[in-house]
T-cell receptor
Framework: KQEVTQIPAALSVPEGENLVLNCSFT??????LQWFRQDPGKGLTSLLL?????REQTSGRLNASLDKSSGRSTLYIAASQPGDSATYLC???????????FGAGTRLFVKA | GAVVSQHPSWVICKSGTSVKIECRSL??????MFWYRQFPKQSLMLMAT?????????EQGVEKDKFLINHASLTLSTLTVTSAHPEDSSFYIC??????????????FGPGTRLLVL
């Protein structure tokens, strides 16, 4: 069964700290992996999309890496800010299908 | 970039009524659209996959007679919650996959529709 797991479920850090969010998935035959941000009561904002052939993607203070062989991806947030407080979702699409499966998310709180 | 819209953004209805939610791809054609449901503090759960011009494929445990999906054109899919009950209250999000180009094979998500059934 194809599953996506995210740890930790929740994280609270002081402003300015660098942090890492983890995502693991079963079945390494993925098509792509995407990280999203969701603010309370809002829709999804796409942060980074990593194709199967890529090892990492960067956007500003965000860096996402992908290790298919170990079934893991990490989202690195540098110099965290209170505005980064949100839920971060990892979503995986596998080859041979259209479905995207989401992890349960990591709720991040950055304290000023 | 590819944009997906949903209408309405929120709706409150009485128990027993039916509610229709629209999902539109604004600047690309979407052969496939997905409908997700999200309960408070939980992740998105895929409900069904719809392909233009054919019947939707529902995930296990999702009642097809309760959640009617119509993908009538390459830019519009609708989800109708029939005879809604309070337990159907949730956040419904759609996504669309384009046929080619910028939106090809990448899912773009709508902003979501919050449904509250009284």
């Amino acid at each position: 069964k194809q599953e996506v797991t995210q740890i930790p479920a929740a994280l609270s850090v002081p402003e300015g700290e660098n942090l890492v969010l983890n995502c693991s998935f079963t079945d390494s035959a993925i098509y792509n992996l995407q990280w999203f941000r969701q603010d309370p009561g809002k829709g999804l904002t796409s942060l980074l999309l990593i194709q199967s052939s890529q090892r990492e993607q960067t956007s500003g203070r965000l860096n996402a890496s992908l290790d298919k062989s170990s079934g893991r991806s990490t989202l690195y947030i540098a110099a965290s800010q209170p505005g980064d407080s949100a839920t971060y979702l990892c979503a995986v699409k596998w080859t041979g299908g259209f479905k995207t499966i989401f992890g349960a998310g990591t709720r991040l709180f950055v304290k000023a | 970039g590819a944009v997906v819209s949903q209408h309405p953004s929120w709706v409150i209805c009485k128990s027993g009524t039916s509610v229709k939610i629209e999902c539109r791809s604004l600047d690309f054609q979407a052969t496939t659209m997905f409908w997700y449901r999200q309960f408070p503090k939980q992740s998105l759960m895929l409900m069904a996959t719809s392909n233009e011009g054919s019947k939707a494929t529902y995930e296990q445990g999702v009642e097809k007679d309760k959640f009617l999906i119509n993908h009538a054109s390459l830019t519009l899919s609708t989800l109708t919650v029939t005879s809604a009950h309070p337990e159907d209250s949730s956040f419904y999000i759609c996504s669309a996959v384009g046929t080619s180009g910028v939106a090809g094979e990448t899912q773009y998500f709508g902003p979501g529709t919050r449904l509250l059934v009284l």
